[in-house]
């Protein structure tokens, strides 16, 4: 198991960035994909950006692509997450989590660790 720990959250304007950290504990967070998840009030939680285990590949959810980067850095055991242009839409709880060693899913039974969240909120 892999205990994770969000951080970076915060009240921004619309047009602004935020950068989300996740702290992992265990020596085996190189081993598997990571994703963040986001849930916003009334809302399920929905798939925001996965990244494989070294890296090398990324995978965004439509309404994010092009204003967010996932990123890992594994001696760190860290993730984190480059929000810009943030948008009121983007208003949620931000959840990272931790996946399968082999592709990066996108819906919450594909992973199997989570984080407490962070409040991120975007006011207009």
């Known amino acids: 198991q892999v205990q994770l720990a969000e951080s970076g959250g915060g009240l921004v304007q619309a047009g602004g960035s935020l950068r989300l950290s996740c702290a992992a504990s265990?020596?085996?967070?190189?081993?598997?994909?990571m994703g963040w998840f986001r849930q916003a009030p009334g809302k399920e939680r929905e798939f925001v950006a996965g990244?494989?285990?070294?890296?090398?590949?990324?995978r965004y959810a439509d309404s994010v692509k092009g204003r967010c980067t996932i990123s890992r850095d594994n001696v760190k055991n860290t993730v984190f997450l480059q929000m810009d242009i943030l948008k009121p839409e983007d208003t949620a709880v931000y959840y990272c989590a931790r996946g399968s060693s082999v592709q990066i899913g996108v819906t919450s039974e594909e992973y199997y660790d989570w984080g407490q969240g962070t409040q991120v909120t975007v006011s207009s």
């Open positions: 990244i494989s285990w070294n890296g090398g590949r990324t």
């Open positions: 265990g020596r085996t967070f190189g081993f598997y994909t």
